[in-house]
């Protein structure tokens, strides 16, 4: 059986955390920061965790991460 590869795009931009899910970071963090006050900058420096609607698929383009 051959080895399924890993998608690159989707390793770049996703972790598994320690219990198995998926964390990904936030948009909206690269520019155009004048208008946006700092409480929101701050909040978007947090990774967030993937949905649960979502992750049957990601986990398919990251096949050795956790299960």
């Known amino acids: 059986m051959p ?3 890993t998608c690159r795009g989707a ?6 955390t320690g219990s198995g899910k998926l ?3 936030k948009a ?8 946006k006050n700092s409480k929101r900058k ?3 420096r947090q990774t967030g965790v993937i949905d649960k609607a979502d ?5 398919r383009l990251l096949p ?3 299960k």
């Open 42 to 44: 701050r909040r978007l």
């Open 3 to 5: 080895k399924i590869k």
């Open 64 to 66: 050795y991460g956790q």
């Open 23 to 25: 964390r990904r970071s």
């Open 28 to 35: 909206n963090k690269s520019h155009i920061l004048t208008k």
């Open 11 to 16: 390793a770049k931009r996703f972790r598994y």
């Open 55 to 59: 992750e049957k698929r990601l986990k």
